[in-house]
């Protein structure tokens, strides 16, 4: 059974820092990993996909990597904004089309 | 394209009652599916949908039915509702089956059982 886990749960930053976040899972058989955003109270948002060929994604000042053999991947977040203040969750998808959630980090970027 | 539309936002039952939370995606996705999201548990699979007709179990299916008759629609019921229940559901979309271009989530219903 694939298990997601998210570290740290609860991060808390000045603005302009560059950070990480941390995804690992325990089955590296996996289709694609998948980075989402919520706010409170609010829907998931969809950060990046990164399918399981691929080593990272970009998007804007956004940067998910990719590591299969040991399990991993990360978010980058450059040049942090209280705007990025959010829970963030990733997800891998196995074979059988379901998403395995991680629990989330709760991120806060002070101004 | 409005994506994945949830209905209601927000909802109060009865212990015992029943009710249905509607599903509806207008981007001709095959792959539906309903998660719920509880505190320190993060988002849970209940049901899921490869396409019109089929219909599968979850992680969390007790206490839920679902079906699947059109490629629009996956409605979530449950036939009689339990405080245990009460948790926040969201509705996700994908398609197509053969490539994977990530899952789209609706808004969700928040529901309370007393």
């Known amino acids: 059974k694939q298990e997601v886990t998210q570290i740290p749960a609860a991060l808390s930053v000045p603005e302009g820092e560059n950070l990480v976040l941390n995804c690992s899972f325990t089955?590296?058989?996996?289709?694609?990993l998948q980075w989402f955003r919520q706010d409170p109270g609010k829907g998931l948002t969809s950060l990046l996909l990164?399918?399981?060929?691929?080593r990272e994604q970009t998007s804007g000042r956004l940067n998910a990597s990719l590591d299969k053999s040991s399990g991993r991947s990360t978010l980058y977040i450059a040049a942090s904004q209280p705007g990025d203040s959010a829970t963030y969750l990733c997800?891998?998808?196995?074979?059988?089309?379901?998403?395995?959630f991680g629990k989330g980090t709760l991120l806060t970027v002070n101004p | 394209n409005a994506g994945v539309t949830q209905t209601p936002k927000f909802q109060v039952l009865k212990t015992g009652q029943s009710m249905t939370l509607q599903c509806a995606q207008d981007m001709n996705h095959e792959y539906m599916s309903w998660y719920r999201q509880d505190p320190g548990m993060g988002l849970r699979l209940i049901h899921y949908?490869?396409?019109?007709?089929?219909?599968d179990q979850g992680e969390v299916p007790n206490g839920y039915n679902v079906s699947r008759s059109t490629t629009e629609d996956f409605p979530l019921r449950l036939l009689s509702a339990a405080p245990s229940q009460t948790s926040v559901y969201f509705c996700a979309s994908r398609s197509p089956l053969l490539r994977d271009y990530g899952y789209t989530f609706g808004s969700g219903t928040r529901l309370t059982v007393v």
């Open positions: 949908s490869v396409g019109a007709g089929i219909t």
């Open positions: 990164i399918q399981s060929s691929q």
């Open positions: 997800a891998a998808r196995g074979s059988n089309y379901k998403l395995t």
């Open positions: 089955d590296s058989a996996i289709y694609n």
